[in-house]
């Protein structure tokens, strides 16, 4: 586990630098209809979360980013569902987990704001201050998360 959390940390400080180029002037509107802006969370840690109905590793990681987003306030975290073909299924399946935060019916053009999007589930981190700080690709756990918050 230690070797793991190594390899994350390592890997969240690495690609930290590839999101710094698109990132500051995102806008995604989700399925309730509201618009989010980066700037709207300064002071709270970002989380964009790219995600998909048929991918096994982004629904293994949806209940840990949900108990973030249920109880650290100091935690804001957007779900984009990336390759659907229909959004009532997407918002029926977003009920059936019971996803807290809000969630963005994804696109191309969306994933485009941040970065090259290549695989699911990916995750690009914004801290406090509304800077890009790293992405994630592939499963995360709310320990390896945790930990990278309070170590960076």
């Given amino acids: 586990m230690k070797q793991q959390l190594s390899i994350f940390l ?27 802006v980066l700037s709207d969370y300064k002071g709270k840690w970002v989380l964009i979360n790219f995600w998909a109905t048929w991918c096994p590793p982004c629904l293994k990681e949806i209940p840990d980013l949900a108990a973030l987003f249920r109880e650290r306030k100091d935690i804001m975290i957007i779900g984009i569902a990336m390759d659907y073909e229909d959004t009532h299924a997407v918002q029926a399946f977003v009920e059936e987990l019971a996803i807290p935060y809000p969630i963005v019916m994804g696109s191309r053009e969306i ?40 170590t960076y």
């Fill in 10 to 36: 390592l890997t969240m400080a690495l690609l930290a630098p590839l999101a710094e180029a698109k990132a500051y002037g995102f806008s995604f509107q989700d399925s309730a209809g509201k618009t989010h």
């Fill in 111 to 150: 994933a485009a704001q941040l970065d090259e999007l290549s695989m699911l589930p990916s995750s690009y981190f914004f801290d406090p201050e509304g800077k890009p700080a790293a992405r994630q690709i592939g499963v995360m756990t709310r320990t390896e998360i945790e930990t990278f918050i309070d």
